[in-house]
């Protein structure tokens, strides 16, 4: 069964500063993988994805992520944090490709961003 | 276009009543998720529609929860007999299942609070 780690519950990091948000991953097959971000009070959005292209994956509002299948990783940066950044962030892995199939969810990071 | 709509926002019911939750996918979405997230946590899987049928009922917790998707489109999640732990926020996804890597629209959900 797959699985995910999200490392830290919590990170909180200066406006202008690099984020960094950590995911390990457990699976059985070839993962696809994923970032999403929750805004207070708003649905899930995706950030990125990974399905086994570009191990380096760029996505929306300046984010990437960079799969590592020798450390089973998956963590998020951002060269410089916005205040609106501040959300959590769930990395998400699903087995399949080429059907769909249900996602797991890590437990969240909360990012924090202060001036 | 129109994103993925749920109905009601919010819920609150009696230990022991009837709920019933609406989901309204993406037109021409085929897939359907159902994810429960609970204070604190990622969103947990609870059902997979492909079309009219429930292609994965694994994440169903007991046999009071039951999904039903008749025409292929809305989706409607049941609970018979409310206990205080199924209190959470509901979400529902859809997805145009058929072309990879299947990103998930998420839908606000609705937030279930029994008392």
């Known amino acids: 069964a797959q699985s995910v780690t999200q490392l830290d519950s919590h990170v909180s990091v200066s406006e202008g500063t690099p984020v960094l948000l950590r995911c390990n991953y457990s699976?059985?097959?070839?993962?696809?993988l994923f970032w999403y971000v929750q805004h207070p009070n708003k649905g899930l959005q995706l950030l990125l994805k990974?399905?086994?292209?570009?191990?380096l994956v760029k996505g929306i509002n300046g984010f990437e992520a960079e799969f590592k299948k020798s450390e089973t990783s998956f963590h998020l940066t951002k060269p410089s944090a916005h205040m609106s950044d501040a959300a959590e962030y769930f990395c998400?892995?699903?087995?399949?490709?080429?059907?769909?199939?249900?996602?797991?969810f890590g437990t969240g990071t909360r990012l924090q961003v202060t001036l | 276009g129109a994103g993925v709509s749920q109905t009601p926002s919010n819920k609150v019911t009696e230990k022991g009543k009837y709920v019933e939750l609406r989901c309204d996918p993406i037109?021409?979405?085929?897939?359907l998720y159902w994810y429960r997230q609970s204070l604190g946590q990622g969103p947990e899987f609870l059902i997979y529609?492909?079309?009219?049928?429930?292609?994965?009922d694994s994440g169903l917790p007991n046999d009071r929860f039951f999904a039903v998707r008749p025409e292929g489109s809305v989706s409607t999640l049941k609970i018979q007999r409310t206990e205080r732990g199924d209190s959470a926020v509901y979400l529902c996804?859809?997805?145009?299942?058929?072309?990879?890597?299947?990103?998930?629209?998420f839908g606000p959900g609705t937030r279930l609070t029994v008392t």
């Open positions: 996804a859809s997805s145009l299942a058929g072309t990879s890597p299947y990103e998930q629209y």
């Open positions: 699976s059985s097959y070839s993962p696809s």
């Open positions: 990974y399905t086994s292209a570009a191990t």
């Open positions: 998400v892995v699903s087995d399949l490709t080429g059907t769909a199939s249900k996602l797991t």
């Open positions: 037109s021409g979405h085929t897939a």
């Open positions: 529609f492909q079309g009219t049928g429930a292609a994965d």
